[in-house]
């Protein structure tokens, strides 16, 4: 089974500075997805980025990039020019294919990061 | 998202009783999920559905049973609720290619 790992409970960062989000996961899977997911307050999860295990190029979303280190089993998400409204909990998630070519599975979550970001 | 609904958004309840909730897409997805999120636990899966009336269990399903008579509508029940079972309750829809989608979410409370 896999297992995704959060370090951070909690992180604190300054508006505008730059924060690191840690995750490591555990597969012996060569061919996976994942994922970082925002949750602020009002409880949506919403998708900040996802990572396909096959493509070595680091993917970026504006002001959100990931670290993948695949060989590491590493996947962090640094944040650049935070926001007051970057302020929730993360999630990191992982996601086999259920079936060979396709890109259903089931999502593996870490156990989350609260990020505070103050002004 | 307007994609998907779930409903109630809360609900209190006693021990012992029955409890159904609903989840709703209009995107014609294939695949439906149904997550519980817990302190310290982060999402764990209970059961999914990979099309009408096939469904499988997850990594938390006991005490759990889920129904999928239409693609749209993927139903999770609670038999005879326990304390032990209140938590904040997801489904979502999607796939990996084009990303994961959630309702909002039901808090359930068992007393």
């Known amino acids: 089974a896999q297992t995704v790992t959060q370090s951070q409970p909690e992180m604190s960062v300054q508006e505008a500075e730059t924060v690191t989000l840690s995750c490591t996961y555990d597969t012996s899977e060569n061919n996976y997805y994942l994922f970082w997911y925002k949750q602020p307050p009002s409880r949506q999860m919403i998708l900040v980025i996802r990572q396909e295990a096959y493509k070595q190029q680091n993917a970026t979303e504006n002001r959100f990039s990931v670290n993948f280190q695949k060989a590491a089993k590493s996947f962090s998400l640094k944040i650049s020019d935070s926001q007051l409204g970057d302020t929730a909990m993360y999630f990191c998630a992982f996601m086999k294919p259920l079936a060979g070519g396709t890109s259903y599975g089931k999502l593996t979550f870490g156990q989350g990061t609260i990020l505070t970001v103050h002004p | 998202d307007a994609g998907i609904t779930q409903s109630p958004r809360h609900k209190v309840t006693e021990t012992g009783t029955p409890v159904t909730l609903r989840c709703h897409q209009t995107?014609?997805?294939?695949?439906m999920y149904w997550y519980r999120q817990d302190p310290g636990h982060g999402l764990r899966l209970i059961h999914y559905s990979y099309g009408v009336k096939d469904t499988d269990k997850g990594e938390v399903s006991d005490g759990y049973s889920v129904s999928r008579s239409k693609t749209e509508d993927f139903l999770l029940t609670l038999e005879s609720a326990t304390s032990s079972q209140t938590s904040v309750y997801f489904c979502a829809i999607g796939a990996a290619n084009y990303g994961y989608t959630f309702g909002s979410g039901t808090r359930l409370t068992v007393v």
């Open positions: 995107e014609n997805h294939r695949y």
